[in-house]
Every structure is written in C-alpha cells, then in structure tokens.
C-alpha cells in the first residue's frame, strides 16, 4: 500500500501523471481498527519516503486524533506536516492542546456545519486558542464543496445555510476580529501555515 502512495507522489496517479500533493487518511469514531491501522502506517511510510504532507479525517468526540498521531509519529512522521482535520468539531481545549503541543496543526476546518458544532462555539473556540498562542497551530477553512451526498442538494439550506465558499470571509473572519484575534494571527491561520504545511519550511 505504500508503494501505491509513493507512486501517486512520485510519478502519477493512475498514470495520468497528475501527482498527488498531499496524503489522506481516515481514523473516525470506531478508532484504531486493524484496517485504519494498516492504511494510517502506509500513510506515515509514503510520507516518511517522499515529504509529502498528511491530512487525517478525525473523529475529535471520541479523540481519535490522538490515537492517529500517536501510530504516524512511531513510523517517523513529522507532526508538523500533520494537519488534524475537523478539529473545529470540539470545543474541547484540553485534547485541542494535546494535539498542537504534540506539533500538528488543528484543521478548524468545518466553518458552516453547525449541526457538528455551532458557529459562536466555533469561532469562540478559534479565539480562544489563538489567545493562548497557537494561532500558528491553525488552518482555516470550511470543508465545502461543488456536490456532497450528505443531505438532498435541495435540503443543504435547511441543514446547513451556511455552508458554501463564502462563510468563512464573509461571516468567520469578521467575528474573529471581533473577538481580538489579530490580522497576524489570521494571516497565520489562512496563509503561513498552509505554506508551511506544504513546503516543509
């Protein structure tokens, strides 16, 4: 399985020679199953080969981004290209520390799926951190996309009316700033990290 990743990286998915940029996993509730296992080593391996960064699906109610960092981290991965995606589900500060003092980066990255956590929790949760100093800890962004097969297309705005590409300028950053969150921090979280993540730097 990881010479499968390393290929994608190195010489193309599929033979397309379209190459992929980054490595994504999955550890949701049920947590380390031999199989997520398996994938989240092969993961570690693929990066620990080629550099490329890692993006782990989490479940932050049962904690599994702990349990995800703890096997990527024994096969040598470098948590600092680790993001720990749906971070921003939980308001829990104690295991949100846990993971940006281990060194990954803390996907906040669900602005607008309120029905996992409501947006004044969200972004209370944002401020919050970047208050303490992990504002270069963090990415931003809203997990949205063209088509999802989660709600009927016509019930999205009902469910989520939030959910779309804009949110996150037009509603998220405004109330950050209102919570003291500085043009820094937020270049940090948008910009810095992001860059960082890619490149190694």
């Keep these: 399985m990881a ?34 296992e398996r994938v989240l080593r092969a993961v570690a391996a693929a990066h620990a080969a080629t550099g490329a960064p890692i993006t782990v699906h989490t479940h ?5 981004g702990l349990a995800a960092l703890r096997v990527l981290t024994e096969e040598g991965a470098d948590p600092s290209r680790v ?13 949100l520390t846990r ?13 607008g799926l309120d029905i996992l956590l409501p947006f004044e ?5 944002v401020a919050e951190l970047a208050r303490r100093g992990y ?7 809203h997990d949205a996309a063209c088509y999802i097969d989660w709600f009927p297309p016509e019930a999205i705005g009902e469910f989520a009316p939030a959910w779309h590409f804009g949110h996150l300028f037009d509603d998220v950053l405004p109330a950050l ?25």
Excluded: W
């Excluded at 990743?5 to 199953?33: P, Y």
């Excluded at 932050?60 to 599994?64: A, F, M, V």
């Excluded at 504002?135 to 962004?141: F, I, K, T, W």
């Design 83 to 95: 993001v720990m995606g749906h971070s921003g589900d939980t308001a829990d500060l104690g295991y």
């Design 121 to 125: 929790q969200r972004v209370d949760t």
């Design 60 to 64: 932050p109610g049962s904690g599994s």
């Design 135 to 141: 504002a270069d800890r963090m990415v931003l962004s």
């Design 177 to 201: 700033r209102d919570r003291g969150v500085s043009e820094a921090q937020i270049e940090a979280m948008l910009v810095t990290n992001p860059r960082r993540y890619f490149s190694g730097d």
């Design 99 to 111: 993971l940006a003092d281990a060194g990954c980066l803390l996907g906040m990255d669900r602005f």
């Design 3 to 36: 010479a499968m990743f390393i290929a994608d990286i190195t010489d193309g998915i599929a033979g397309t020679g379209v190459k992929a940029a980054f490595l994504k996993c999955a550890i949701e509730e049920a947590g380390l199953t031999p199989g997520v």
